[in-house]
């Protein structure tokens, strides 16, 4: 094994002798399309301005993805390139590395958009996306080539497993999904307290948004599809700004790393989080009838 990460330091110093500062910025660009902070950029557009019922379903398989990802870093504790050879990263990045998370989430969300979403151009962009999502983590010097491969290839099998059930198992109604998920996170949720803060998380936000999804099917009406487009225009900006207020207010209030009651403040954060954009934004775009289709 030590010789196949070796291997992987050869071919990362080979790709970054043809390193210039534009080169070094686009790749640091195109990283952050598999950062956390895109992800709650990303999943809110979907479930505010496109589909409820997809934003939803994908949040279920990035969930799962993410958790199997996490398990698995923590199963093999593979160091990344940095702790083989200083000075080889080009942003700091910590955690163990294989399989690359960057790689396995941007097969699984792009590879999954391109199933549903049948158009050649659509499908060429998701591919793109892929692959330079991958590639810019071993240009950064923050995961080994074996890494990627192991991403890509994880993500492609969760997707054949995706298409496989919806095949042999009949689809289960959202309101029932939604419930079942929604009693049955709490105590999966605190079970994984201790086990690691980005499943923890991952978990916090899923149970807030399932919670708020629920909440808000009962309350208040909210489809994205009735909207206009200049209705949907002017909600993103508003929610994502609120949204990102609320990630940085409740980050500075609630307790910080190394306290006593950290991971359930954490736990917290997120799922109000969550909560705040399956109910709390649709909520408020009704309010300020943000959410109405034109007269005829």
């Not at 002017?234 to 980050?251: A, H, N, S, T």
Request: charged residues 15%; contains cysteine.
């Amino acid at each position: 094994m030590t010789g196949v990460l070796y291997w992987g330091i050869h071919i990362i110093e080979q790709i970054q002798s043809i390193r210039f500062p534009l080169l070094d910025a686009f790749f640091k660009t195109i990283t952050l399309l598999g950062n956390e902070e895109f992800y709650l950029i990303f999943f809110p557009i979907l479930f505010w301005s496109l589909d409820i019922k997809l934003g939803y379903k994908l949040g279920l398989i990035f969930l799962f993805s993410a958790y199997l990802n996490q398990s698995l870093k923590e199963l093999f504790a593979q160091p990344r390139p940095v702790d083989l050879k200083a000075g080889l990263n080009l942003i700091e990045e910590g955690g163990y590395g294989l399989p690359s998370g960057h790689a396995q989430m941007a097969m699984v969300i792009w590879g999954g958009l391109a199933l549903i979403v049948k158009r050649s151009w659509f499908r060429l962009m998701a591919a793109l996306l892929i692959l330079l999502i991958g590639f810019s983590r071993i240009y950064l010097g923050v995961h080994f080539p074996t890494d990627v491969f192991a991403g890509w290839l994880l993500g492609a099998l969760i997707l054949a497993a995706i298409l496989l059930l919806r095949r042999t198992i009949p689809e289960i109604k959202l309101n029932t999904l939604s419930l079942v998920i929604g009693i049955n996170l709490i105590p999966i949720a605190v079970m994984m307290f201790q086990h690691n803060r980005v499943i923890t998380s991952l978990v916090a936000v899923f149970w807030g948004f399932t919670l708020g999804l629920l909440w808000c099917r009962s309350i208040c009406s909210f489809n994205p599809a009735t909207a206009t487009v200049r209705q949907k225009l002017l909600r993103l900006p508003l929610g994502l700004i609120l949204l990102f207020i609320l990630y940085i207010l409740l980050k500075l209030i609630f307790p910080g790393e190394g306290s006593s009651f950290y991971s359930l403040f954490r736990f917290l954060r997120y799922g109000i989080l969550g909560f705040w954009i399956s109910f709390g934004a649709p909520l408020l775009f009704n309010k300020l009838q943000f959410n109405r289709s034109r007269r005829k």
